[in-house]
């Protein structure tokens, strides 16, 4: 069977065993609901799903699990699942996904989500898939893996998130893995910055674990205050990869190695360390195994840099659903990577750790050529491109003149604004972005067939549409969304696709957005 609850609040509820808010052994959809102070004897304090689940738009907030290991919230078992726009905080665990036997569970996907001060993992992964994109998951704190932890022939992927301020009172506090032949870990344009651990502040591997186009940055562990990479020939399976990253910034309270202690590593067109260590203070190797291309910061490096002159060390909003590490103009990381790297191909990602419109390959050195920098962010700062005209305001001019110039194929420069040469619809989806930033208070992007930017698709656009339908105007205003210089039935098919749909900021619950998450690490 199947459990749908749309718009309603679940709290106060009691369960000696699974599910304290939710318990369901079927299909399973909350949406734009409130599941909180609920308390359950094992798993789930506030949903347990046995099958498919959708979590979209919501909050799940101060629930308990009396279990004395499984305390997740949300544990999802066996089932795919999707959990989105919402924001997991202040129970005594995040989400679980995770099965009893050899990879039978579901893939699980985190999306634009925040998982936060929560009491204990804030996402655990067995025997199941996991994929968190464009989230956040900070403030949560465990024994091992304050914010997220991988036990047992688990696949986890990272895309575009930011893992911070997590604790972990042993070892991990970001990340601990514990290494399984069968584990993949993979950390693609995300930051980890401002976990603390005994052991690995940033990350504690034991297992295969692959980091590209990231940051691992403030991190402090009495030993190992970045990363802390283990090999036992017995039982794990210990190699690390790192390419186009920067690992700087992190601190080993008790003398060990401050950015990372490593056994077999490959590491490639990447940045260590900083001028106030030497490279043995930064890296303790184990095996004299190639190291690629690094860059060393250190006092004793090829590039002895300060640490502020090679990154922001707060955490910041620099645009996108997530805070981030800025670089500093003129550091060692801008425009250090493979040159002949291209975005968006061979796995290089298009955009780095914002999103649109920063595209992950820009110029952002005085020397002609845009090449990679090393990090989850590109040296380009937060965009004010969408004022056009100059009124310090991005509005139905801006986007009528955008509209314009694509329609009639002008490759003016001032409106390309993801910097790829052309002046296309990839420009004017970067315009609903960049405007959605500056103007909505939760920085989400205008949605497609907004004819008069209110933040939401409705009556009033259609009517728009209507009066303007099969004339000959390239303009937003005129329901021309698609840009071909008339308002036809194309333009009636964009609106009707996303009629109703409404930005984050008209939506009452799940509008606290990843970032608000972080809010008490701004200061």
């Given at each position: 069977?199947?459990?749908?609850i749309?718009?309603?609040?679940?709290?106060?509820?009691?369960?000696?065993?699974?599910?304290?808010?939710?318990?369901?052994?079927?299909?399973?959809?909350?949406?734009?609901?409130?599941?909180?102070d609920?308390?359950?004897?094992?798993?789930?304090?506030?949903i347990?799903?046995?099958?498919?689940?959708?979590?979209?738009?919501?909050?799940?907030?101060?629930?308990?699990?009396?279990?004395?290991?499984?305390?997740?919230?949300?544990?999802?078992s066996?089932?795919?699942?999707?959990?989105?726009?919402?924001?997991?905080?202040?129970?005594?665990?995040?989400?679980?996904?995770?099965?009893?036997?050899?990879f039978?569970?579901?893939?699980?996907?985190?999306?634009?989500?925040?998982?936060?001060?929560?009491?204990?993992?804030?996402?655990?992964?067995?025997?199941?898939?996991?994929?968190?994109?464009?989230?956040?998951?900070?403030?949560?704190?465990?024994a091992?893996?304050?914010?997220?932890?991988?036990?047992?022939e688990?696949?986890?992927?990272?895309?575009?998130?930011?893992?911070?301020?997590?604790?972990?009172?042993?070892?991990?506090?970001?990340?601990?893995?514990?290494?399984?032949?069968?584990?993949?870990?993979?950390?693609?344009?995300?930051?980890?910055?401002?976990?603390?651990?005994?052991?690995?502040?940033?990350?504690?591997?034991?297992?295969?674990?692959?980091?590209?186009?990231?940051?691992?940055?403030?991190?402090?562990?009495?030993?190992?205050?970045?990363?802390?990479?283990?090999?036992?020939?017995?039982?794990?399976?210990?190699?690390?990869?790192?390419?186009?990253?920067?690992?700087?910034?992190?601190?080993?309270?008790?003398?060990?190695?401050?950015?990372?202690?490593?056994?077999?590593?490959?590491?490639?067109?990447?940045?260590?360390?900083?001028?106030?260590?030497?490279?043995a203070?930064?890296?303790?190797?184990g095996?004299d195994?190639?190291?690629g291309?690094?860059?060393l910061?250190?006092?004793?490096?090829?590039?002895?840099?300060?640490?502020?002159?090679?990154?922001?060390?707060?955490?910041a909003?620099?645009?996108?659903?997530?805070?981030?590490?800025?670089?500093?103009?003129?550091?060692?990381a801008?425009?250090?990577?493979?040159?002949?790297?291209?975005?968006?191909?061979?796995?290089?990602?298009?955009?780095?750790?914002?999103?649109?419109?920063?595209?992950?390959?820009?110029?952002?050195?005085?020397?002609?050529?845009?090449?990679?920098?090393?990090?989850?962010?590109?040296?380009?700062?937060?965009?004010?491109?969408?004022?056009?005209?100059g009124?310090?305001?991005?509005?139905?001019?801006?986007?009528?003149?955008?509209?314009?110039?694509?329609?009639?194929?002008?490759?003016?420069?001032?409106?390309?604004?993801?910097?790829?040469?052309?002046?296309?619809?990839?420009?004017?989806?970067?315009?609903?972005?960049?405007?959605?930033?500056?103007?909505?208070?939760?920085?989400s992007?205008?949605?497609?067939?907004?004819?008069?930017?209110?933040?939401?698709?409705?009556?009033?656009?259609?009517?728009?549409?209507?009066?303007?339908?099969f004339?000959?105007?390239?303009?937003?205003?005129?329901?021309?969304?698609?840009?071909?210089?008339?308002?036809?039935?194309?333009?009636?098919?964009?609106?009707?696709?996303?009629?109703?749909?409404?930005?984050?900021?008209?939506?009452?619950?799940?509008?606290?957005?990843?970032?608000?998450?972080?809010a008490?690490?701004?200061?």
């Open positions: 069977g199947a459990l749908t749309v718009e309603s609040v679940v709290t106060g509820n009691r369960s000696s065993g699974l599910g304290g808010g939710i318990g369901s052994f079927g299909t399973t959809n909350v949406i734009r609901s409130t599941v909180s609920n308390t359950s004897g094992a798993s789930g304090s506030a347990f799903s046995d099958g498919s689940l959708l979590i979209a738009d919501s909050e799940i907030g101060d629930n308990d699990s009396l279990h004395p290991v499984e305390r997740a919230s949300v544990f999802s066996g089932g795919s699942g999707t959990i989105i726009r919402t924001t997991i905080a202040r129970n005594s665990g995040g989400v679980w996904n995770a099965s009893d036997s050899s039978n569970g579901g893939t699980l996907s985190l999306l634009d989500s925040a998982i936060a001060d929560n009491a204990g993992t804030g996402v655990f992964a067995r025997f199941s898939e996991t994929v968190v994109r464009d989230s956040t998951i900070s403030g949560n704190s465990a091992y893996g304050g914010g997220l932890r991988v036990a047992r688990a696949h986890l992927s990272i895309h575009n998130s930011t893992v911070a301020g997590n604790t972990a009172s042993s070892k991990g506090g970001g990340l601990h893995t514990l290494g399984d032949l069968n584990d993949v870990i993979s950390i693609t344009n995300s930051t980890i910055s401002q976990n603390t651990a005994q052991e690995g502040g940033g990350v504690y591997s034991q297992g295969e674990i692959d980091i590209n186009y990231s940051t691992i940055s403030g991190n402090v562990a009495s030993y190992a205050g970045g990363i802390a990479q283990k090999f036992d020939f017995d039982a794990y399976y210990g190699f690390l990869t790192i390419r186009h990253s920067v690992i700087s910034g992190n601190v080993a309270t008790s003398g060990g190695p401050n950015e990372m202690e490593t056994e077999f590593r490959y590491l490639d067109s990447s940045l260590v360390g900083h001028a106030s260590q030497t490279r203070d930064a890296i303790n190797a095996f195994v190639p190291l291309s690094p860059q910061a250190t006092s004793d490096g090829g590039v002895p840099t300060p640490l502020d002159e090679i990154l922001d060390t707060k955490l909003d620099n645009g996108g659903p997530t805070l981030t590490h800025a670089l500093i103009p003129g550091s060692p801008v425009d250090a990577g493979d040159p002949n790297v291209v975005a968006g191909v061979g796995g290089v990602p298009l955009h780095d750790q914002r999103g649109l419109p920063f595209t992950r390959v820009f110029d952002g050195d005085t020397v002609p050529g845009a090449r990679i920098d090393l990090g989850a962010v590109e040296l380009r700062p937060l965009p004010e491109t969408c004022d056009f005209d009124d310090a305001a991005c509005d139905l001019t801006d986007i009528d003149a955008l509209v314009l110039a694509i329609a009639a194929r002008l490759h003016d420069p001032s409106f390309d604004l993801t910097a790829d040469g052309l002046v296309d619809l990839a420009d004017r989806d970067a315009w609903l972005a960049e405007a959605g930033a500056m103007n909505l208070p939760t920085g992007a205008y949605p497609l067939g907004d004819a008069n930017l209110d933040g939401r698709v409705d009556g009033q656009d259609f009517i728009t549409w209507d009066q303007h339908k004339t000959f105007t390239a303009a937003w205003s005129r329901a021309d969304f698609n840009a071909d210089g008339q308002t036809d039935g194309q333009d009636f098919v964009i609106w009707n696709s996303f009629k109703f749909q409404e930005s984050d900021d008209d939506q009452e619950i799940g509008a606290r957005r990843a970032s608000r998450g972080m008490g690490l701004l200061g």
